[in-house]
């Protein structure tokens, strides 16, 4: 079955930074495009940023442009978030999220079918 694993999160000062990685197996990861999301307690789950299957086709939400750099290696069936300048409305869990369903925007979750457990970053002020 598709397994989705994310690791990396922890607890940053704000001006840190931290590296999430997602390795996916089950499915053949360089046919997939991926995302990450988040969600902060008593917030709606949000769209961070979206890769293409080759990783030449890159979105991020207004929030973290110019701060979060998302990239895979297909060789490793890995994804990563390379995350900059954190601050404290960065806490949040972090999901990776492998698209199945091409129907809405990059941003909308109900396109991606398979989803990690997430890994918490907490960024202290």
């Known amino acids: 079955q598709v397994q989705v694993v994310e690791s990396g999160g922890g607890l940053v000062q704000a001006g840190g930074s931290l590296r999430l990685s997602c390795t996916v197996s089950?499915?053949?990861?360089?046919?997939?495009?991926m995302a990450w999301f988040r969600q902060a307690p008593g917030k709606e789950r949000e769209a961070v940023s979206y890769?293409?299957?080759?990783?030449?086709?890159?979105y991020y939400s207004d929030s973290v442009k110019g701060r979060f750099t998302i990239s895979r290696d297909n060789d490793k069936n890995t994804l990563y978030l390379q995350m900059n300048s954190l601050n404290s409305e960065d806490t949040a869990q972090y999901y990776c999220a492998v698209r199945t369903e091409y129907t809405r925007s990059w941003s909308d979750s109900s396109d991606f079918g398979y989803w990690g457990q997430g890994t918490q970053v907490t960024v202290s002020s």
């Open positions: 890769i293409g299957m080759r990783g030449s086709t890159l």
């Open positions: 089950g499915l053949t990861f360089n046919r997939h495009t």
